[in-house]
């Protein structure tokens, strides 16, 4: 008998691996994996929206020397406090790659929790001294970075096929919830606090989502995939058969472990062994690969020039732009943006990630988020407020805007692009393609960061019009990209990914070759999971 859990995922998610597969393998112990190491994301939500809060805090400005926050010379401080976090972050996805390859997903992030633990102390401990601001902004953002880069490829190598777009997915409603979070945090420090405590409570607090993820890591498992690539086949098949709630000899787990062994020894016959130029070579000399590599990068860009990143860290700064007045005041409002995020992200991975697809999702929402900007920047273009007036009528659609572009990057470009980018690469190569993509992430992460500051003062005059349109344009651009060079991968396990993106000339000589060898051991492996590939 099925249960209502089971039942209820079953009406939501609507694909055919879920028609198909054993309800059995959806059981507690996969949503709780991906729960815990979700923590990591919210790290990274966490951090980046509490800090776009304590800038604007009159203690923080005095105590940090910020000066007028209307002058660009204060603008250009405060982007160098807060983007200081992303060019941590992009070291740490680059150094994150070979680090989980050779020590494993697990382990890898239960110390990156306590390296994000030592960047928040010294920020809370940074006693308005701008050098230990900056070096702990720099060590959180090596943490924060190196889970951007585990956490997916954790989730998904665990991930059962048909709701695996959920579960990566995860990673996201994790980011908004801990930037909801952090945002109403720093409203209530606004009304309820005084002097420094204004803002060393917010800035200390960023290391709640850090401890979860220590502790909840701990009582994980590490992934099958890896277990299997270090030839622990044992081990590999019997976590898999704990993760599915079945025994190791039930067709599904025999299958599914049967991919999983396939996979590795086309992958390395293929190339051979994993030394770091093999793998370069392989990713990028193989059309397949290539193309998949070259997507993910891309979709990283779209994703951070969509303009979202701009609004997550300056939000309390864009809302006094459209005419909200005062600091608590625009701080509430980022409040209300924050539980836009969340709301508008657990609807996206109920009812559209696994079922609607990430190719639709992507679409749609590129021309509603550029609807969305193109209507703020004309309006303050057109109508800008003017200070001690009140907000018109046109003024508060443009409030609206901003929360329905908040609801549509949920829809779509937040969650999909981390999904697509750690579900399409092989076993061999995904820790590698993942952290490109999330170097790639957070290096225009910090362009961002870094620039918008300044071009809400500069472009297109003190009113900023300028950034809105641009990032408008963006939106509307990426639709073409997404229509031409993005297939759907709904509903399709990680070992089809070659299929769906094709077997290139330099491939067939040696798929020829492997394929013989991969049957001829195929009744061995599967049986006791313990014969190396190779």
Not at 81 to 96: D, E, H, K, N, P
Not at 240 to 267: G, K, M, S
Request: aromatic fraction near 12%.
């Amino acid at each position: 008998m099925v249960s209502k859990s089971i039942w209820l995922l079953q009406k939501v998610v609507r694909n055919e691996a879920m028609v198909n597969d054993p309800p059995e393998i959806y059981g507690w112990r996969l949503f709780m994996l991906a729960c815990s190491a979700c923590f990591g994301a919210m790290c990274f939500g966490w951090d980046s929206s509490v800090i776009g809060g304590v800038i604007v805090l009159d203690p923080f400005v005095a105590d940090y020397n910020l000066g007028d926050t209307k002058t660009p010379a204060s603008q250009d401080l405060a982007a160098n406090i807060v983007s200081t976090l992303q060019a941590g972050c992009f070291a740490g996805s680059l150094i994150a790659s070979p680090l989980t390859d050779r020590y494993g997903r697990k382990w890898c992030l239960a110390v990156i929790a306590w390296i994000i633990l030592a960047g928040v102390a010294m920020q809370a401990a940074s006693s308005g001294h701008l050098a230990p601001m900056y070096v702990g902004r720099f060590i959180a953002g090596l943490g924060v970075g190196a889970a951007s880069t585990i956490v997916p490829i954790y989730v998904s190598e665990n991930s059962a096929r048909a709701i695996r777009g959920l579960l990566t997915g995860l990673y996201q409603l994790f980011i908004v919830t801990g930037g909801m979070l952090a945002f109403w945090i720093n409203y209530a420090v606004s009304l309820h606090f005084k002097g420094s405590t204004q803002y060393v409570f917010p800035l200390a607090i960023q290391a709640l989502p850090a401890f979860l993820l220590f502790c909840c890591i701990l009582m994980c498992n590490e992934s099958p995939r890896w277990l299997a690539r270090q030839d622990r086949w044992e081990d590999s098949k019997g976590v898999l058969a704990r993760l599915r709630n079945l025994p190791e000899t039930h067709p599904y787990i025999e299958e599914e472990f049967q991919e999983i062994v396939d996979q590795l020894e086309y992958e390395r016959q293929l190339i051979g062994d994993a030394t770091f130029w093999n793998l370069q070579k392989e990713m990028w000399t193989i059309k397949g690969n290539r193309n998949r590599a070259l997507i993910s990068i891309i979709l990283m860009i779209c994703q951070q020039m969509t303009g979202t990143n701009a609004i997550n860290t300056y939000a309390p700064t864009i809302f006094k732009n459209l005419g909200i007045t005062g600091t608590q005041t625009s701080l509430f409002s980022t409040g209300i943006y924050g539980v836009v995020k969340v709301t508008s992200c657990i609807c996206f991975l109920l009812f559209m990630a696994d079922s609607l697809g990430r190719r639709r999702s992507l679409l749609w929402t590129s021309i509603a988020q550029g609807v969305a900007m193109f209507y703020i920047g004309i309006y303050v273009r057109v109508s800008p407020p003017v200070e001690g007036q009140a907000v018109p009528p046109a003024g508060y659609v443009a409030l609206v805007c901003i929360f329905l572009f908040a609801a549509f990057f949920q829809f779509g470009w937040g969650p999909a692009c981390w999904i697509y980018a750690s579900e399409i690469p092989t076993a061999r190569l995904r820790s590698m393609n993942v952290a490109l993509a999330a170097a790639t992430q957070w290096l225009f992460n910090f362009v961002v960061a870094r620039s918008v500051p300044v071009m809400l003062v500069t472009v297109g005059g003190k009113t900023g019009y300028g950034t809105y349109l641009l990032f408008g344009s963006f939106c509307f651009s990426m639709f073409f990209f997404v229509w031409f060079f993005v297939p759907e991968t709904k509903g399709l396990s990680l070992e089809r990914m070659d299929e769906l993106f094709g077997v290139t000339d330099e491939e067939k000589p040696v798929m020829s070759h492997a394929a013989p060898a991969a049957s001829s051991e195929k009744e061995t492996t599967v049986g006791t999971g313990v014969e190396r590939i190779a």
